[in-house]
Structures are given as C-alpha cells and as structure tokens.
C-alpha cells in the first residue's frame, strides 16, 4: 500500500519513473506495473518502470514473463485472471504475464558496482531490494550515494526486510521498516 499510495499522490500531473534495480527473474517488476495499472488503470503513459539485473540469463527470464504457476497461486483469482494468462497444451502449469505488463518495462543488464549506469534521474522509486545484503557497508554506501542525487525530493526507495541502511543516515532517513526516503527532502533542500 505504501507504493500506491505514493503514486496516488504523484498522480498523472508529470512522468513518474521507477527504477527496480535487482529485479532478478522479474516477478518484482511485474508486481510494481500490476500496481500501478491497480493504481491508474489503463492510462498509464506518464509511467515507466525500468528494471535491471546483473544476470542476463534471469533478465531473460523476466523478459519472457513465464512462471509456474505456483509463484502466482498466492494471488487474488481476480488479478490472476486480470494479468496473467494461464498456458494450455505443453504450456499447462504455466502462466505468462499479459502484454499490457510487459510493454511498461523497459529491461535492461547493470551492474552496480560499476561506474557508469544507463539509468537517468530524477527518479520517483527505487526499489533495491535484497541485493545490497551481498555488499558490505562502505559498498552500499557507494551505491547509495549514486542513489540519492538520482531521486526526486519526494521519491522514496524500498529495501529487502533483512537491509539496514542506518549507516546511510545523511543520505537516506527511514520511514519505516523496508521504505527509505532522501534526507534531503528533510532539509528542502
């Protein structure tokens, strides 16, 4: 609900840019244009989601959009049927994700610990979930400070339910337990 209710007060009066930066096989991309869709329904024009991963073989996954259907059995029937669409003949125990999904993301390999990044700001999301728990501290900080200067005053970034970024207290403030927000929007600056 926290990222809805940010894109509710974003609303449509300008672009609105996500940036899920380990989206791995691609399930948290989709969930993130699934609720934006919830979100704004089908005018969704001033939204883009761009998502990056390290691993080309999983963002080839991702790009496909084709999971057993056992990783969307937790999902509500109604979005299962909104946004899915269930594999029949040697597809069967498959689902694939709807092209109304797919054409909101842009995929694209990243590395983060490199120096160059094809991601522009300002961003109004980042979610870097998960990953920087493979990072020790002074490299997340080096992330994190690529981070901030990309994001609007207002955006927010979610991280994994096992990250801390405490240490980055001049960067990023907390929220709550996983949703962080630049210090600077603090400051007015």
Known sequence: PIFADHLKRLGTRRPIRVW???????????????????????????????ASDLDTNVLAAAQKGVYPIARVEKLEPERLRRFFLKGTGAQEGMVAVRPELKRLIQFQRINLLEPNWPVRGPL????????????????QYK????FEPMMENDGLMFAGHSESFLHSADLFRSLGKTVYAPTRSQRGR
């Open 20 to 50: 899920c930066s380990a989206s791995s096989t691609g399930e948290e991309p989709y969930s993130i244009a699934i609720t934006v869709l919830e979100t704004f329904g089908s005018d969704v024009t001033h939204v883009s989601i761009f």
């Open 124 to 139: 109004d999301v980042i979610f870097c979930r998960n990953v920087m728990i493979y990072f020790d501290k002074p490299t």
């Open 143 to 146: 992330i994190l400070s690529r």
